[in-house]
């Protein structure tokens, strides 16, 4: 399955709800069901990233760091499964690499 | 009128005139410099003080202005528009602008102009449907993040900031991380609960209530000869260094650190993974804020707060004490675009 962040919004901003409607806990919430239902079909969840002004640090360590810092998902699931069921779509790769990283930093 | 008791400093020509206390600006407004910061900064509080403490209207007057610089207009702008939108009735505050020329040029070219006319919210939440270079934010729907970002964005493009795909989401970044911190730092809900239990309702904070959690001012500063983009961002909040401070004081395992100047705190707290809710995954914002400086070459990046004074760039990192105390934070980059666009090529 692909999703294009630009769908959830082309300015998302900030990490929690009260921060605002394009939050990264609000994108958490899809991103779970999404990653929930690839799961369940055994297939990746691509999440294009460049269709969007920008993305600061706090809206990507809530999305994503969130899903492991709530227990939503472990990392072994979201890195390492087969295939890998999280998958970043972005020109710029420093994108990737914090998401990963803050995937990997996060404590359940 | 006339026996109105207000203080009336002379270095600032202060007197009553037509029903309102009349001020005049000093020739030079910079806060670059300490020899002029001392007096931007004290006229500046003087007409905030004017208008939320005493509750007087203000003629503030421009009009022997010869010198202005970025950050200076920058907060020329947030101390006349937040008495604007404080005010009910919008005759109170006038504004006299500089018969110099040049400098009245500049002042409409830059979009200041229009920034200082009279008029309250409405005005200013319509200098980000003009995409001016002076625009103020809220948490409200209409002048939230999105908004001002597309304003900024559309505002760059026209005077020719073309930064590359990459280097328009790193500045995106930085930007939102600032924005960020105002809602973190600068009027957080103790804060503001602790400012309004000790002071009258009719503080200068009952206006971010009415009209706009989390306020914001920013301004692009177009410096066209010497091909750099000036971008500022500033609050009139707790700033990081208070806000640093009251965790401080809230937490004994850190008191000692109450003694440490607010350049030291300041440079602390711009440390990666270093943010005062003690929360692991807080803190990340700082590196998109020095990013934006230091990724771009010839740029630097200026961070002020309390006494505190923050200066990244290529060499590294300074930090120095202010000569005077800045309310807030504001979060300055100079962008070469030049070399930027050379990059591309």
Redesign the interface.
Known sequence: MIYDLRDFSKAPFGRYKSDGEFSGEAFREILANKLKYSQEHNEPLIIKLDNVYGLGSSFLEESFGGLVRKGLFTKEELLESSPRLLQIETEFDFYAIEIESYIREAQS | MSNLSVPLPKAFDAKVKDGKVYVESPKVMCVYSAESAYMTYEFLSLIESYVFDYNVGVTISFENLEYFSAAASLLIFATVSKCQIGVKDHSKIEVLFPKNDAVLKLMASSGLKLALKQGGIAKVRKLIDSNNQYLSGS?V?IE???KV??AT?LNLDKHGVNFS??K??????G???A??NV?YHAYNDEFIRDFLLTKQVKSKFSFHEETGRGRWWQCCWHDVSNNKLIFIIYDDGEGIVNSIKRYYRNSPEHSDKLNLPDSTLLGNAMKLGVSRTGI???G??S??IINTACTFPSSHLIVMSGLGHYRHDSAGINTTQLPFEIKGTLVQWVINYVEENQDDI
């Open positions: 948490e729907s939230n993040y999105q970002l597309t964005l795909n990459t328009s989401q790193i500045f995106v970044k930007m939102q991380e924005i960020l809602k692991k995954e807080r990340k914002g590196a998109d």
